[in-house]
Each structure stands twice: as structure tokens, then as C-alpha cells.
């Protein structure tokens, strides 16, 4: 098993050599390095090996937020999971695609919780990158399914499975038949649609994309689909959507 390379970055000495401790009791995780405040992360960060960082928020000069996003600006394979005593920055650390949120002062079982998620992610991204490298031909993602991050995980996603998707302002929600709650991920309408990529679904209104297989009926500029949720249809989307209905009526 090859252990994650790991970096605990923290401006607090006691809160550092505990993170660090908790790493060197996990066979999993590898502690290549400890940095007390974001310059010398970033340095270090930079040299390209770390996997996993360990990093505080609120430091000295530039923040941990500060920090993460300049690494994945040109870095998306570093993962992070941020500590803090400060609860209102979870959604900071979700909108950079945090593995996870530990709250200060957190224990060992919150620590193997949140390392054990990286861990996941990791392996799932390392396994992904073989079959890529085994067979270029075949997307990463599989011809009827994909991957999104929801709530510090990976969920997957059945194509066929998908009712409709709302866009929300910063998130949108994928509705699944069968699944009483939708997921919720930071993508765009516009990245979903590429990523469907089938004649079956077709964006109906600015904040909506559609299953056809899932409509029950269509009344004016409203579809019901089979559980009886109401999506409006945007004049600009009319005309495609006639087509595609049109093609489909007896």
C-alpha cells in the first residue's frame, strides 16, 4: 500500500505537533512535511509530490483559503482538508473543493474520519488514472455513468437515472429517480450538459435541464414530470424542445 503523502500546515505549535501526531499514527499517511505559516506551504506545496495537506485557516499573513487557492490554481491533484475553530468558513473550504472540515478542537476518530475520506478520493482518482492510461480510448467516466464531489465526497452518477437538474446560484441540484434527497455539487448547467452529452437530455430554461424519458405530460410552458414536479420552459428553449417532443408524439 503506497502511503499519502501528507503536509500539516498550522501558525500554532500545539495545534501542529497534534496534527501531526494523529498523521504518524495512521499507516496510510506519510508526513513529508510541517510549516507554521502559508508562504513556506505554498514552497513546499510547489515542489509537486505533497498529496494531502493539513491545513489551518486562520494564520498569520495569508490564510489557509488564501493559500488552497493558489495551489489549485495550478494544481487540482493536492487535496485538502481545513482546521479551524471557526465554523462559519465551511463554506470557503466546500466552495474550494475541501476533502473535509475539521472543527477545532477536534479528536482522533474526527481525524481517521476525515483522513479516511481523503484516502477514498485518492485511491478512486489513482484507479481512474490506470484505467485512463490502460485504454485512452474509453472516458475516465464510463459511457453511462460519472463522478461529482457532493458534500466531500464523490458520488456517482447514473445517466439514466437523472429526472431533471436545477441550477441553482452557485450549485446545481441533480434530481434521481428513486433518491428522495438530489445532490448537490458546484457545477454549471453548461458543464452538465457537455458532460451528458445524449439526445435525451435537453435544457428547457435557464436554471432547468430535462430528462425526456421522465416527462408525464406538458401543459403551456410547464412539464410535470413523473412525480409530478412542475419545470417551467424558457421562450429562448421553446423551439429546441418542440422539436425534441415533436419527434417523440404519435
Known sequence: MNSIRTLVVDDEPLALDLVADYVAQVPYLELVGRCTNAKDAYERISQGDIQLVFCDIQMHGMSGITLMKSVQSSNRDTKVIFTTAF?????????????DYLLKPFDFDEF????????RLIDLEL???????????????????FFVKSEYKLVRIDKKKITYIEGLKDYIKINLDGEAKPV????????????????????VHRSFIINV???????RNNITTHTGDKIPIGDQYKSQFNDIINQKTI
Do not use: H
Open 112 to 119: 481517521m474520519k476525515a483522513a479516511g475520506k481523503a484516502k
Open 184 to 203: 448537490l455539487t458546484l457545477l454549471s448547467l453548461k458543464e452538465m450538459m457537455n458532460k451528458l452529452d445524449e439526445p435525451n437530455f435537453v435544457r
Open 127 to 145: 484507479g481512474a488514472a490506470a484505467a485512463q492510461s490502460q485504454n485512452n480510448a474509453e472516458p475516465v467516466e464510463g459511457k453511462d455513468y
Open 213 to 219: 424519458a421522465f416527462i408525464r405530460g406538458v401543459e
Open 87 to 99: 465554523p462559519e468558513y465551511a463554506l470557503d473550504g466546500f466552495k474550494l473543493d475541501a476533502v
